[in-house]
């Protein structure tokens, strides 16, 4: 059973779901790698949104 959202059979694929499908047929390598790229998108869009907010205290005050 799979319980994680964003997958109608056929038609959509999310992340997550490719990264547990990836896990239970055994392909680690290919979960890992897309583990590590998920992982990098999340942290340069917190980046991005933290300077972002920096940049407009400064401008503001």
């Known amino acids: 059973m799979l319980i994680v959202g964003g997958n109608i059979a ?15 047929r055994g392909n680690l390598g290919l979960a890992v790698a897309l583990g590590i ?14 300077a972002s ?4 205290r400064r401008r503001l005050g």
């Open 10 to 24: 056929g038609h959509t694929r999310t992340m997550t779901t490719t990264i547990t499908l990836e896990t239970n």
């Open 53 to 56: 907010g920096q940049w407009a």
């Open 37 to 50: 790229i998920l992982m990098s998108l999340t942290l340069a869009l917190n980046a991005a949104a933290w």
